[in-house]
């Protein structure tokens, strides 16, 4: 039973996004797609969200982590790892952001931190 409510919820979620998206799409065509200034617009204030939403993430997040003190038995991946976390708002060599450390390196480097 617990799996059929997921599935269902699952399946409602992707109904919702797909008229959510249906929805945006016919809006843009009426309103953005008529100008290049306007499909310049778009991308600047869509650009401009995502970075600031990517600058705010880890300072709501506000937490910092204790980076790990016992390497010795670690491989040379692992220790490349810790060296790429990223202390932002933190005290550098001793802590951590955790979700800067995802947002503000380099995107085989965050999954690697992802599944480590």
Not at 69 to 84: A, F, G, H, P, Y
Not at 87 to 92: D, G
Request: net charge negative.
């Amino acid at each position: 039973p617990m799996f059929v409510c997921i599935g269902c919820l699952g399946g409602l979620i992707g109904a919702v996004f797909n008229a959510a998206n249906e929805h945006i799409t016919i809006w843009r065509m009426k309103h953005v797609n008529h100008s290049k200034l306007r499909r310049c617009v778009e991308v600047c204030v869509i650009a401009f969200f995502v970075s600031v939403v990517s600058y705010i993430m880890p300072l709501i997040w506000g937490r910092c982590t204790e980076l790990p003190k016992d390497m010795q038995d670690w491989t040379n991946q692992e220790k490349n790892l810790v060296e790429s976390l990223v202390p932002f708002q933190c005290e550098p060599g001793k802590e951590y952001n955790e979700v800067a450390s995802l947002m503000f390196t380099e995107a085989d480097v965050a999954i690697k931190q992802l599944f480590h």
